[in-house]
T-cell receptor, first 114, second 113 residues
């Protein structure tokens, strides 16, 4: 089954404790992206990657890191989480072409930073 | 810059009622437009799309028409069901900048039996 998987689905942590949220897709997609969803703000892009070893900042990259060492994986790293990073996070992947980019989303990771 | 504005929710309807969710956009050129749906506890999934002016996207009884003159892409369904309860996001695809999607704030729709 074609899918995007994220782990963990739920995480409660404390300020300053490094964490990684994994994302994996099995569709051989070139493009992968991380979003955070907050009430009233919709989805905002954190980082994206056009292909292996190619990553770039989105709209809200502060406090986050990513890597793309393999095509299928795109982990999101919070080196020193803070309470304002409490949010619902989504990973997405796609095979974009000019004028079209249907993104396939993972089920989300709900993160709480105390 | 490019942006999307959606009507605020939440919206509560009875089954078989007519649903409209307004979406307007600001963009350079003619971006592709999308509606995504998020069912409870799930990620977003594409509902419908339109890639040029006057295109009508449709899926699962939902429709939206790309109106260049009013820069709008309103979502409509003639008769909603309880299973349509979800959060709906309007989005636009930037023509430059690496295929970036910009999302509206989302509209929560609840359909009562």
């Amino acid at each position: 089954e074609a899918q995007v998987t994220q782990n963990p689905r739920y995480l409660i942590t404390v300020t300053g404790k490094k964490l990684t949220v994994t994302c994996s897709q099995n569709m051989n997609h070139e493009y992968m992206s991380w979003y955070r969803q907050d009430p009233g703000l919709g989805l905002r892009q954190i980082y994206y990657s056009m292909n292996v070893e190619v990553t770039d900042k989105g709209d809200v990259p502060e406090g986050y890191k990513v890597s793309r060492k393999e095509k299928r994986n795109f982990p999101l790293i919070l080196e020193s989480p803070s309470p304002n990073q409490t949010s619902l996070y989504f990973c997405a992947s796609s095979f974009p072409r000019r004028g079209y980019n249907e993104q396939f989303f993972g089920p989300g990771t709900r993160l709480t930073v105390l | 810059g490019n942006s999307v504005t959606q009507m605020e929710g939440p919206v509560t309807l009875s089954e078989e009622a007519f649903l409209t969710i307004n979406c307007t956009y600001t963009a350079t050129g003619y971006p592709s437009l999308f509606w995504y749906v998020q069912y409870p506890g799930e990620g977003l999934q594409l509902l419908l799309k339109a890639t040029k002016a006057d295109d009508k996207g449709s899926n699962k009884g939902f429709e939206a028409t790309y109106r260049k003159e009013t820069t709008s892409f309103h979502l409509e369904k003639g008769s909603v069901q309880v299973s349509d309860s979800a959060v709906y996001f309007c989005a636009l695809l930037h023509l430059a900048n690496d295929y970036k999607l910009s999302f509206g704030a989302g509209t929560t729709v609840t359909v009562r039996a």
